[in-house]
């Protein structure tokens, strides 16, 4: 698979993750575990059900352990901690932290066999920073010390999710067929977690059930695959510095839903974030490899 064409699959990961805000405001008061384990079951089944079809696929799921506390580390430890910070901290300021991934992402990259990082990388990632920053300083303010644990974890999340994506490409030879076996274990973690510090709510409308079908076969299930791949065999800096695109998309479909405004700020925003990623992305848009 040309480098170009994985790319393009990887990035469109960053347009379903920015659905997430807006469908998991639409499954209304579901616990935030419950509906992780929910939405991951979902997933690895819609997997599971396309390995029936293609029965050599089962063999992906024999991989070396390390492969799967990679994968299920990632995938498992960074929604727990993300979901601690959304529980301890104020949205604003832990979405802020969270979302130092992609600039880790890049900055990561470099660490890897073959790989460097040229200035075009870091400007675009930085006007990403920088635009991210603009979307939340709105809403920022003074916090309290018991919201602390909450803010830490928002942080951890960033370095773990970035890890996990450096790291798949470390582990390029595992096939992305192994993603549905990391689901389906982050999605009995979850469930267990969810036994433990969470009262079961169950969707009372159908809106509610079709947007927790939609969270698990978009969201939380094909966009851990097509990331996969992108992070394996795409250009991993332009998916860093692209994925800043994340928050803002998400803020403009929770304004199309009519959950949230549209403003000057996130105007600016959207210039800085998309000419941050199309400067890191030069070298894909002009076609030429490093």
């Excluded at 994985?6 to 805000?21: E, Q």
């Excluded at 920073?129 to 602390?148: C, D, M, S, Y």
């Excluded at 998916?239 to 929770?254: C, N």
């Excluded at 949230?260 to 974030?273: E, F, M």
Aim: aromatic content about 10%; hydrophobic content about 60%.
């Amino acid at each position: 698979m040309a480098i170009r064409t994985a790319t393009l699959i990887g990035l469109t990961a960053i347009l379903m993750w920015s659905l997430l805000s807006v469908l998991t405001v639409a499954t209304g008061k579901i616990p935030a575990f419950q509906l992780a384990a929910m939405t991951f079951a979902i997933g690895a089944l819609v997997a599971f059900a396309s390995f029936l079809f293609r029965p050599s696929a089962f063999g992906a799921l024999k991989q070396p352990p390390v492969a799967w506390v990679v994968g299920v580390g990632g995938l498992f430890g960074y929604h727990a901690l993300y979901f601690l910070a959304l529980r301890y901290a104020p949205p604003a300021e832990a979405g802020l932290l969270n979302y130092l991934w992609p600039l880790l992402i890049v900055l990561f990259s470099s660490l890897l066999p073959g790989e460097r990082l040229a200035p075009h990388h870091i400007v675009g990632a930085l006007l990403g920073l920088v635009g991210t920053v603009l979307l939340f300083v709105g809403n920022t303010g003074a916090f309290a010390p018991g919201q602390i644990p909450g803010l830490a974890a928002a942080f951890v999340a960033a370095f773990v999710w970035a890890a996990y994506s450096v790291m798949s490409r470390k582990l390029k030879a595992v096939p992305t067929d192994a993603v549905a076996g990391f689901c389906l274990a982050t999605a009995l973690l979850a469930a267990l977690v969810h036994g433990m510090v969470e009262t079961t709510v169950w969707p009372e409308t159908v809106g509610q059930w079709l947007a927790i079908i939609a969270l698990g076969v978009g969201p939380v299930g094909a966009a851990f695959f097509v990331w996969d791949i992108g992070m394996k065999r795409g250009d991993i800096r332009v998916l860093g510095a692209a994925s800043y695109a994340t928050p803002l998309l998400s803020t403009l479909f929770l304004i199309l839903a009519g959950f949230a405004q549209a403003t000057a700020t996130i105007a600016v925003a959207a210039i800085l974030i998309a000419g941050g990623g199309l400067i890191a992305a030069k070298d894909m848009v002009l076609r030429k490899r490093l």
